[in-house]
């Protein structure tokens, strides 16, 4: 065999080998691959779920115990503080609050996933303070941190109650007072940068201002969504309105058929440039920012960016179970999704008052004799 005939033999011989080892590595790690894939939960848990190799925790199963976590999502709801009330000799109002910021709590975001959750007034989102147009806002600050922390509310207000470039030490107090206005729901939040760490580990909050003349009765509730980076990756690993991914499904949010609901929605979600809001089996008018009496839109979807808040009314005709959550898939299926229960409105029995006389063949029905 001629020299140059044993070099191509040999060249053959480890182009083989090589094709056989990276064979067996491939199939190695293709059933590696397979051995780490989790089932994730679809679009509606049991339903439409799929393989992923992606660390995607799916607590649709694992209620979390709001005990142990950032906010009974529940309760902050429906909660609303007026602060402390006071009367001026010339009638207008002053509402008094107390802010504490905190950066030392670790509380559980999802079954057996904790996180260092930097609150203002120990939950996630902060309480959402209220007052009506006109009224003087005093907010006592203090900052039990380790780090500088403001609270900017966007709003009309002097530059010096803007919370920007004023920051206040640990340890440290500040009084902001301002006016109330304009009426709608406006966002506050801690202004110091870096502006993403403080925003994602949970320094935000909402401040409606009411119309002098009170809008229309209703079941109000406040919506803040959010979400949690808990690998420090700047991409989100739970998404949640009010705190905690999957609750509302979890335990749904019963309301009253053909009662008017309004909720104020606002979008805090940091590293995402966008949120949205799709309700099911329904439409709502849709109030921008909440400045105004008359709906900009009506629809069943609302987009978003961060910072971007606004009102939502509706009614449900029917009874049932229905759903509500972000239409971006992947938002719905990280944990933001819940569902309203609509109850039937209770209808009542009125008897008839019957007379001494003997009556036959009398049937009793909603209303009286038919």
């Known amino acids: 065999m001629s020299q140059a005939k044993a070099v191509v033999l040999i060249g053959v011989i480890i182009s083989i080998l090589t094709l056989g080892i990276v064979s067996v590595l491939g199939s190695a ?57 006071s009367k001026f000799s010339n009638g207008s109002m002053l509402r008094e609050f107390t802010i504490i910021a905190s950066d030392h709590n670790t509380r559980e975001i999802s079954p057996g996933v904790f996180y260092n959750v ?6 996630v989102p902060g309480p959402t303070l209220r007052a009506t147009e006109g009224d003087l806002i005093r907010i006592h600050f203090i900052n039990n941190g380790s780090r500088f922390h403001t609270m900017h509310f966007h709003g009309i ?22 006016v109330a206005e304009p009426f709608g729901v406006f966002p506050y939040h801690c202004h110091i940068q870096p502006l993403e760490e403080h925003i ?18 209703a079941d109000e509730m406040v919506m803040i969504m959010n979400g949690y980076d808990t690998d420090f990756d700047t991409e989100n690993n739970f998404y949640t309105v009010n705190g905690i991914p999957y ?25 995402d440039p966008m949120n949205n ?38 009614s449900y005709k029917f009874p049932g179970l229905y759903m509500f ?24 029995i009125s008897t008839p008052k019957i007379s001494n006389t003997t009556l036959t063949n009398v049937n009793l029905t909603y209303g009286g004799l038919s």
């Open 325 to 348: 959550h972000a239409h971006k898939t992947e938002f719905a299926e990280k944990g933001w999704m819940g569902t309203f229960l609509v109850k039937e409105q209770k209808k009542s």
């Open 200 to 217: 994602s580990h949970g320094l935000y909050g909402a401040l409606i201002i009411d119309p002098k003349t009170p809008r229309a009765s």
């Open 247 to 271: 609750y509302y499904m979890h335990h749904p949010i019963q309301i009253e058929e053909n009662k008017l609901i309004r909720i104020y929605l606002l979008n805090m979600l940091e590293f």
């Open 157 to 178: 207000h002097p530059a010096e109650m803007d919370g920007v470039f004023e920051g206040i030490a640990p340890g440290g107090k500040f009084t902001y007072e301002f």
């Open 29 to 85: 790690k293709e059933e590696n691959i397979s051995s780490s894939q989790k089932q994730i939960g679809g679009h509606v848990p049991g339903y439409g779920t799929y393989e992923t190799t992606g660390s995607v925790l799916d607590p649709t199963l694992l209620p979390t115990d709001p005990k142990n976590s950032v906010v009974d999502p529940m309760k902050f709801l429906r909660e609303f503080n007026y602060g402390k009330v």
């Open 277 to 314: 809001f799709h309700l099911h089996a329904n439409m709502f008018n849709y109030f921008k920012t909440g400045t105004k009496l008359v709906p900009d839109e009506y629809t069943d979807i609302v987009t978003l960016n961060q910072g971007e808040r606004g009102i939502l009314e509706f």
């Open 118 to 123: 930097w609150t203002f007034n120990n939950t």
